[in-house]
């Protein structure tokens, strides 16, 4: 009877052994998605001198994911961020004019549902 209880015992603690050494995570791994983002002003006649800074924000619309980068000197953005659906919202401050003088003037957009995918993938965003 005790042989019996032991032997029982033993195959018990090695399945317990054999589960707790097994992986939890059955997850694949996450897509990522190289996106090259181009802003633009509207009106299209407006004349940028320079895009000052522009702060971007990416919120990832199912897991709550956010990242935000900021651009000086540049309205094109090069990221890497996991594949989703996006709200992104952009504001900042960009010089413009003619040849006779500039003005500086604040921007901003908002784009929500942006679906960012792939590989690699360009956009352009156009903002006030």
Not at 64 to 88: A, C, D, R
Request: charged fraction near 20%.
């Amino acid at each position: 009877m005790l042989k019996h209880v032991l032997r029982t015992l033993f195959v018990l603690c090695a399945a317990l052994a054999i589960t707790a050494c097994s992986s939890d995570s059955n997850d694949a791994p996450e897509a990522k998605t190289s996106l090259k983002l181009e802003l633009k002003v509207v009106p299209d006649n407006i004349q940028v001198k320079e895009y000052k800074n522009i702060t971007i924000s990416f919120k990832e619309l199912n897991s709550g994911f956010t990242i935000t980068q900021e651009l000086k000197n540049t309205n094109v953005l090069q990221v890497v961020l996991p594949s989703g659906t996006y709200n992104v919202t952009a504001e900042g401050s960009i010089m413009y004019g003619d040849n006779f003088g500039s003005v500086e003037a604040k921007v901003a957009g908002v784009q929500n549902g942006i679906v960012i995918n792939g590989n690699e993938t360009t956009k352009r965003w156009i903002f006030l």
